[in-house]
Structure formats: C-alpha cells, structure tokens
C-alpha cells in the first residue's frame, strides 16, 4: 500500500515536471541565452525580473507584435511597456522610491531621478572660454568643409551677434532645434513632436527592439545600467526604468569593449578627442569613477561639452579654458587635480608626454581635415603611455581627398591589437596596446 501511495504521488510529480520542462523550452524560444532561465524543481515560476529578460527574434516578434496592440487598442488588449517623453506622464523617482522586478536595482547612477539647474556662473565661464579658444589658436588650422559649416550653424545657435550666449538654447540643446551633425540630429529621430505619439511610438517599439538585439553582444548588467541624462532636454523612449536613445545604444557597444578589454591603473587619464557634447565621458565616468577625462572638440561643440559635463557632475572638479588658462605648461599638476578637463584643439600641445592611458575617437578622425588628422595623431603618438590603449570607430575609407581614414593612418608608435570587430555603424572598432 506505501508503495502504491508512493508510486501515485511519483507519477503526480512527472505532471509537474513535464511542465517545468515545457516553460524551460519556451524561455529557450523567446530569451537569448544570457537571459534563458533554468527551472530545477517540478514547482517553479518563471523568472520574475523583467529587466533582465532580453528577446531572440521570436520573443521580439511576439513583443513588437503586443507593443503595436496595446497601441492599436489604447490598451484595452494588452498594456503598453514603453511610454514617451513628452507625450506620457512618467515618474521615475517614484518607480524608483522602491525596489521593482521591471527596473535595475540598486538604481544604476546613470538613472537620473530628477532634472536640474546648472549654476549661472557656469554660462559666463562657458561663454569666456569659448572665446578664450578663440583668441588664443596659434595654429588655426583649415577644418573640414562638412564641420565648417556645422560649426557655423551651432555658432549662430549657441551665441547672438554681440558674441552673448544664448542660454536658452544651451539648456535645451538636445531638444530645441534639429541640426545636420548626429550630436545634435539623432535626439529627434524617434521621440519627436512633429512625428506626433502614433508614430513616434511605432519607431520607440524600433528602438526598444534594437535595444534587445544589442543583448546579443553586450552583457545584459551594461545594458540595463545606461540610461539617458536630461542634460539638453531630449526626448526619450522611456522604458523598464531607463531613458532610451540611439546614441545610448552606440555607447553601451563601445563602454562594453573599453570596460572589458582596458586594464586601468589607479588613475588613469583617459583622452577623448572629438568627444562631441560628452555623452561618453558620462558613462565611462561612472564605471572608472577615480579617472581624469580629457574632452576635447572644436570651440563650437566643446560649449555643449562644457554644459552638459557641469550639469552631469556638479560634485565633480571640471575644468573648462577660463579656469585654467594661465596654468596649461603645469598640465600635469592639473591632470592630478580636476576630474574633467575640456579643451580645445590646439591644447593638445600641453599634455604631457606619456602621460594618458587611454586615447578614444569614434567617428571623428577620419572626418577631419588631413591638416587635424595628422595633428592628433603626433599627438596620440607623443601622449599615450606605452602600455596606454588607443580606441578607435572610423571609416575605413576617406570619401573626401582632403581626409585620412582609418587604412591611412600612420603612427611611430607600435601597437598590440586587442581587439578588432565590425561595428553596426559599417566601421571596424579598433583597440591596440602600445608597446613602444
């Protein structure tokens, strides 16, 4: 009888087993395998953390066709997961007030709560400084036609003709007027206004997609750990806690192959030449938070720069031109000294030698002048340390007779190769170790 009772109960149990093999065999069709989920025991739920599930392509079918119900259907068929900048109510501080299976916790430091003020002080320092560029360029080198002309259009947006800058339009910089250069030009191209909600929510389920493809080759803890700041007041696509962009996912590609292939000394000085208005320095400051940024542009940019680095790091040392105009053949005492650092171009001469760890450029030197290009490479050469890293994400090819790609690229300097991939911007990401 004992046995009968036993063998029933035994049997009972395969039922229950059976099931728990059916919901591993539907996490296996729908999760990648970073977020695939093994069941042990007969009686177990499906995983319950929403932020670190990331679809294959039948789970993004399956969302992507929920998503366009829910918006069809004003919700009446299934919940929408996405809301939008803009259009939507959203609180994030208070989804964040307590802990949630949909969002990261602990709250990443990249998730903003709240927006803020930059001090006024900071505009009039922005404003000498860019003049200070100016004024004191010994070289004034020919730039490329293509950011002469980007650099005219953000001179008239960024200042009036008595060389005044228009706060204004520095505070929403991001969300204010759509120009040609991606810095300035991708904040619009999901989240828009002009689109209206309809459409903007159709290419926000684009996004979102993307966001679960990009799983396929970054670790799912920095992807749910990048999120965008407020800093110029774009749009986002808002979801599972994070503000969304396009330009967030380029970055989440490049933090994973820095982070995860640059052995970082104590306080290493990391070099950003063509850095647009910072949003790299912004993450790579949270994962290498003892670190020294040096974020150079041209005047023009580097005055989005300037404001959105002082608005991201109030708790931070930033020194922009005017702080530290007098003190540039000290360099090295001021590498100790501030977090960040922005300069202009012709700066460069200052910095020690072998005093950086690491150099990036992404999509900037091969769209330079040839006069720009060979600058900055003399100087990668005579500032990276040997054992420093250089990253690179350029063209392979000039499309201009007065530009160097990256096939064209001549460095004294030797370079161990650490990693060489193919990145979905058509570029080969490029990280090489200097060994002399």
């Not at 728990?20 to 069709?29: A, D, I, T």
């Not at 206004?193 to 979102?208: N, P, T």
């Not at 966001?211 to 007041?233: C, D, M, T, W």
């Not at 774009?234 to 820095?258: E, H, P, Q």
Request: hydrophobic fraction near 40%; charge should be neutral; aromatic fraction near 16%.
């Amino acid at each position: 009888m004992k046995n009968t009772i036993y063998t029933v109960k035994w049997l009972l149990k395969r039922v229950g087993y059976l099931n728990k093999e059916f919901k591993n065999l539907f996490s296996r069709m729908i999760y990648q395998k970073q977020s695939q989920f093994l069941l042990r025991t007969w009686d177990a739920p499906l995983c319950p953390l929403e932020v670190i599930k990331f679809y294959n392509f039948f789970g993004r079918t399956l969302f992507a066709s929920k998503e366009f119900m829910a918006l069809i259907s004003n919700e009446l068929i299934f919940k929408k997961s996405i809301r939008l900048d803009g259009f939507d109510t959203i609180d994030i501080k208070a989804m964040y007030r307590e802990g949630s299976d949909n969002i990261p916790w602990i709250k990443p430091p990249l998730v903003e709560l709240e927006k803020r003020d930059v001090p006024l002080e900071v505009f009039s320092k922005i404003e000498t400084s860019y003049q200070l560029a100016n004024d004191n360029d010994p070289d004034r080198f020919d730039r490329a036609e293509w950011w002469e002309q980007m650099s005219q259009a953000f001179k008239e947006e960024l200042f009036d003709n008595s060389g005044k800058i228009n706060q204004t339009y520095l505070i929403n910089f991001r969300g204010m007027k759509e120009l040609a250069a991606n810095i300035v030009k991708d904040q619009f191209l999901v989240v828009n206004q002009e689109f209206g909600y309809y459409v903007s929510y159709l290419k926000a389920i684009d996004l979102v997609l993307e966001y679960h493809r990009h799983a396929q080759i970054v670790p799912k803890e920095i992807l749910f750990s990048l999120s965008e700041s407020y800093a110029g007041n774009n749009l986002c696509v808002n979801y599972r806690g994070l503000r969304l962009s396009i330009r967030s996912l380029f970055y989440s590609i490049i933090t994973d192959n820095i982070v995860n292939h640059v052995d970082f000394k104590s306080r290493p000085v990391i070099f950003e030449i063509g850095a647009g208005y910072g949003g790299l320095s912004r993450i790579l400051k949270s994962y290498i938070p003892n670190s020294c940024h040096i974020v150079l542009d041209l005047p023009e940019t580097l005055t989005y720069a300037s404001y959105f680095i002082e608005y991201n790091f109030p708790d931070k040392k930033v020194a922009l031109l005017s702080d530290i105009i007098d003190r540039l053949n000290s360099f090295d005492k001021l590498l100790n000294e501030y977090d960040f650092i922005l300069i202009p171009p012709w700066v460069s001469s200052y910095i020690p030698n072998n005093s950086v760890d690491l150099v990036i450029d992404t999509s900037s030197l091969a769209e330079m002048s040839k006069v720009y290009a060979k600058y900055y490479i003399e100087h990668i050469d005579r500032t990276l340390k040997v054992e420093g890293y250089f990253y690179s994400m350029n063209k392979r090819f000039k499309r201009e007779s007065d530009k160097y790609a990256f096939y064209e690229w001549k460095f004294k300097s030797k370079f161990t190769t650490i990693l060489y991939e193919y990145s979905r911007l058509i570029h080969p990401q490029w990280l090489g170790k200097k060994i002399g």
